[in-house]
Each structure stands twice: as structure tokens, then as C-alpha cells.
């Protein structure tokens, strides 16, 4: 008997998404060291591909991230700022083209204690119909490499996490 069956992955875009893909981690750390993590240029880039985020963090205000001389990743907006549990941005993807024309789609970021432990909610949301899988794909890659980062200090070593961590 044969079966044909494919792997769900977000990474190949074989996740079933419509307009909103969520991801849930748990990391044994404090809600202000994930929002640290997250808000803090050097620290972005330890698990974010080497991509570092700059904004001042305040509701309204703007956001870019990318690494200087090498590529522009991301722009938006802080939609919500409620430090250490909430964020909301709108999420401009800048790399190629391709997700260029995607136009602009929401991230949220929730932080929930849970015990000596915190969970994480990332939800991308807005997403079109058909969304290029580049836009949504890397958060898998990215949330293992903050837990590592804040349970270890170490740094994720899989192919792509790092991509721009000698530019």
C-alpha cells in the first residue's frame, strides 16, 4: 500500500496557513528576559539570523531590522508596547522582492509566566492569501535559537540561524 503523504513544515511551506500562523515555545526564564532579549539589538542578533532590530520600543513608533551594509530585513510599526508581556508590530518584510510584494502583515509577541518558566506566543497574522512562505517560515528557527539563547547562553549552531552572525 502506498500512501503519498507530505511533511508538514513551515519551512517549506507545507504548514496549513491561511491569514495567521502561531507558534508556541516554552523557555525556562523570566518574562523580562525574553522582552530583553527581544528589544536589545546584540541580543536580537544572537538568535534572529544575526539581524539586529532597532526602535526605541514605544507605542507608535518605528521599527527596522536588518544589518547595516548587508541587507534590509524588516520595518514597521509598534503598534502595542507593554513591556514585559505584549508586543505589537506591523511587519514590512524588505529581503527580495518577492516578499516585498506581500505587503505588510501583523507579528504579536505574548509573554505569559507559567511557574519558573514563561510562555511564548508569536502570532503572524494578516497574511495573504497564498503567503510566500519566506514571511512565516523562519520563526521556528528563530524561537529555538532564543531558547537556547536564554536557557544556555549559547548560540543556535542549524544551517541559516545565524546567516548574517559574520557580516
Sequence with gaps: MTTDVTTVSFARGTAPVTDTAVFEIYIKTTPERIWEAITDPEQRARFSFGVQTHSDWAPGSTYRAGVPGVVEIAEGENV??????????????????????????????????????????????????????ELY??????LSGLKTHLETGELLTTPGSLMYGDA
Design 137 to 142: 517560515g523562519g520563526w521556528p528557527m528563530i
Design 80 to 133: 502595542v508596547v507593554e513591556p514585559p508581556r505584549l508586543l505589537v508590530q506591523t511587519f514590512r518584510a524588505l529581503w527580495s522582492d518577492d516578499v516585498k510584494a506581500q505587503g505588510t502583515t501583523r507579528v504579536t509577541w505574548e509573554i505569559e509566566a507559567v511557574g519558573d518558566s514563561c510562555r511564548l506566543t508569536v502570532v503572524h497574522d494578516h497574511l495573504p492569501e497564498s503567503a510566500n512562505a
